[in-house]
């Protein structure tokens, strides 16, 4: 549509064009290099492209495959239930994204990848496996429907955005306090109110989860991240351990509910609008001079 031309010794030249016809019609390309960008150099993209013109996947059966890397649209799956078994232990980025499963369980893998269910918004039951540590970014951001997730306890990590938006999810469970959690992992989830006891509290962590009416935060938490509980409308208290040295900024703005405030000698700074626009609040008993 544009190009410049540059000549020495003259001022630059632009042009607009709008390209109506190629002289050539490409037929005989069979895949671009921006496949291999999405099955790997050892994934040979014919063979993946052969199922273009089947219709609707009921169902699929994995045998001795030990990579699910082909991107949903590529194999039109319309099965609302998917079993990753044990020879399946990874995945692609965004392998599922947009897809109708009502259901997935995954029995044997370390790392569900970035945006790999993201979009999901018929899928209301995961399974995750006991092996897995790392949930990357947005893996399940917009699944509307999805309303429990149990974190297995081997899980160390759980990346921005994780859970954003899953606008049905209520229940949150996972036995270890020390997962890294990332940016805004459960902002949105305007129906969450169970959550996990966390030591890691990262930025926007629950951002406008309206119905989130109590947390927990574990005697090893240090800092309460900025935007951590914007806009938590229902959340009525909170206790501060005597670990945490720091409140972030907004850290807890426009908490409706919020009535009183202890905050523990441990902490040495609370940052800018901690607690602003807090309507409800009553008392605030600091005991530093901060």
């Avoid at 994204?97 to 209301?124: P, Q, R, T, W």
Wanted: hydrophobic content about 40%.
């Amino acid at each position: 549509r544009r190009f410049i031309i540059k000549k020495q010794k003259t001022p630059d030249c632009e042009c607009h064009l709008r390209l109506l016809k190629l002289g050539y019609n490409f037929d005989n390309v069979e895949f671009t290099t921006s496949d291999y960008d999405v099955y790997g150099t050892q994934f040979d993209p014919k063979i993946v492209k052969s199922f273009a013109t089947v219709k609707p996947l009921e169902c699929i059966i994995f045998e001795n495959v030990p990579l699910f890397k082909a991107l949903l649209w590529e194999f039109k799956i319309k099965s609302e239930n998917l079993v990753f078994p044990d020879q399946v232990n990874e995945m692609s980025e965004y392998c599922l994204d947009g897809s109708s499963l009502h259901s997935v369980h995954i029995l044997n893998m370390k790392v569900v990848e970035k945006g790999a269910f993201e979009n999901c918004k018929y899928l209301s039951q995961v399974v995750l496996p006991s092996n897995l540590e790392v949930i990357k970014k947005l893996a399940f951001s917009n699944c509307v429907t999805l309303k429990e997730v149990v974190i297995p306890k081997s899980v160390t990590e759980i990346g921005e955005g994780a859970f954003e938006k899953c606008v049905s999810l209520t229940k949150v469970l996972c036995d270890n306090e020390a997962v890294k959690y990332g940016t805004k992992c459960f902002a949105h989830c305007v129906s969450l109110k169970d959550v996990p006891v966390i030591s890691n509290v990262g930025n926007a962590i629950f951002f406008a989860c309206k119905s989130l009416e109590k947390v927990t935060l574990s005697c090893k938490c240090t800092a309460i991240s900025v935007f951590a509980f914007f806009k938590c409308n229902a959340l009525s208290s909170i206790e501060v351990p005597h670990s945490v040295t720091k409140i972030g900024a907004f850290a807890f703005r426009k908490c409706a509910s919020l009535r009183h405030v202890d905050i523990p000698e441990s902490v040495l700074s609370v940052e800018n609008g901690a607690f602003y626009d807090c309507k409800a609040l009553e008392s605030v008993i600091c005991h530093n001079t901060l």
